[in-house]
């Protein structure tokens, strides 16, 4: 039984087993486009297949990297909100000693 598949749903997928591709019969035999080879066809298939295991790493590496940066401004963010608080603090410390020293000139 000879079952052919589609580019989107091909017979198997395993490299070894797939037709080699052939020139089409509208092209001159002597045409600028390369006869392909399956050696050619299993390589990029393996990069393409390597490529495509360090997607999952490279996404991973960008979400962490997103999650740090959004560490440092909420740690930054805290930080700021501190600082103002102690300043506030200080500014209330500072009148009172100054309310307290013109008192005790005035007396």
Known sequence: MNIT???DRPYTHDPQKQAPMT???SE???SATPAVTTMGANESR???TREM???PEALARAHMSE???EADAERRAVRLVAARRMQR???R???RARRALAMAVMQ
Request: charged content about 20%; proline content about 4%; glycine content about 8%.
């Open 5 to 7: 598949g589609t580019i």
């Open 23 to 25: 020139s089409s019969t």
């Open 28 to 30: 001159p035999s002597g």
């Open 46 to 48: 393996q990069n393409r």
């Open 53 to 55: 295991q360090l997607i």
């Open 67 to 69: 999650r740090m940066r």
């Open 89 to 91: 603090r200080a500014e």
């Open 93 to 95: 410390v500072s009148m």
